[in-house]
C-alpha cells in the first residue's frame, strides 16, 4: 500500500475515535432522562425543555435521589420551604419525600422556573434566581455594581452563582439537540 494510503487510513481511523469519544463523552457529561415529563411540564408551563434539562444536570446530574448540603432535594434541587410554597400555589399534595419522585420534582421545579420567568425576564437573571434566591437576585438589580439597568445582571457577585450559570448555558445548546 502506498504511503498517501496509510496515511489516509491512519486519518479515517483517527476521526472515528474521536467522534467516537466526544459522543461517548456527551453521553457522560449530558445525560438525558425524564424526556417525556420534562417535554410535559415544558409544554405545561411554557419552559424551554433544553433549559429544564440543563438546570437538572446542573443541580444533580439526573440523580432523583440528590440532597445538597443546604437541603436541596431531587432532580432540581428544590429546598423544602420552596416546594412546599410552590406545592400551595399549584394546590397539590406536599411532602418532603415526594421531591424525591422524579415526576413531581420536574412539575414542581418547572412551576418555579415559570414563576421566576415572570420576575425576571432576563434567562440568565432568572437562572440566578433559582440558584441565590429571588431576594438576594433582587437586592443585586438594586446595586449599580451589578445592575446597570435594575431588570438584568452585568455581573453575578457569588462565583459558585457564576459558575452554575455558565453550567447550565453551555448545557442549552447540547439538550436542544438531545431533547429532538
Excluded: H
Excluded at 21 to 48: A, H
Amino acid at each position: 500500500m502506498k504511503k498517501a494510503g496509510v496515511i489516509s487510513i491512519i486519518f479515517v481511523t483517527i476521526a472515528i475515535v474521536g467522534i467516537y469519544l466526544f459522543l461517548c463523552l456527551s453521553y457522560i457529561l449530558y445525560p438525558i432522562k425524564y424526556k417525556d415529563t420534562i417535554l410535559l411540564y415544558s409544554s405545561k408551563y411554557n419552559i424551554k425543555s433544553n433549559l429544564i434539562a440543563s438546570l437538572i444536570n446542573a443541580e444533580s446530574s439526573f440523580n432523583s435521589d440528590a440532597v445538597s448540603k443546604k437541603g436541596a432535594i431531587g432532580l432540581m434541587q428544590i429546598m423544602p420551604s420552596t416546594a412546599q410554597w410552590l406545592a400551595g400555589k399549584l394546590e397539590i399534595e406536599y411532602s418532603e419525600d415526594l421531591l424525591f419522585d422524579p415526576d413531581y420534582n420536574i412539575k414542581i421545579g418547572t412551576f418555579y422556573l415559570a414563576y421566576l420567568s415572570t420576575k425576571f425576564s432576563d434567562t440568565k437573571t432568572m437562572l440566578c434566581a433559582y440558584n441565590a434566591g429571588e431576594g438576594v437576585v433582587l437586592k443585586w438589580l438594586e446595586d449599580e455594581e451589578y445592575s446597570k439597568d435594575g431588570e438584568t445582571l452585568d455581573k453575578i457577585p457569588y462565583t459558585e452563582t457564576q459558575a452554575y450559570v455558565k453550567k447550565v448555558e453551555k448545557g442549552l445548546k447540547i439538550y436542544e439537540k438531545k431533547l429532538r
